[in-house]
């Protein structure tokens, strides 16, 4: 899982982007927005299910898709870091 997310390399802004947002995430509001299920009872379990979903969101903004969403690609990294930071105890 620390290799999955240490493997991460995303544009700057985006990073810095989804780094403020981690200042306002709350998690159980937020996760049951952005994965529209229950939310994970651990900070793995939460990464489990928010890894593919960025890895798609990164595949659609590679692709320059009309379907790629800047605001969600941003929410779901905010959580991502939030998770991380989580999982790792910090």
């Not at 989804?18 to 299920?37: F, I, N, P, S």
Request: charged share 30%.
């Amino acid at each position: 899982m620390t290799k999955t997310l240490n493997d991460l390399n995303r544009p700057g802004l985006l990073v810095q982007a989804a780094a403020h947002g981690t200042g306002q995430y709350e998690r159980r509001r937020d996760l049951r927005r952005m994965l529209r299920v229950a939310i994970p009872g651990t900070a793995r379990a939460a990464l489990e299910k928010l890894l593919p979903i960025e890895a798609e969101l990164e595949k659609r903004r590679r692709e320059r898709a009309t379907t790629y969403s800047f605001a969600r690609h941003v929410d779901i990294l905010a959580a991502l870091l939030a998770e991380a930071r989580s999982f790792r105890g910090a």
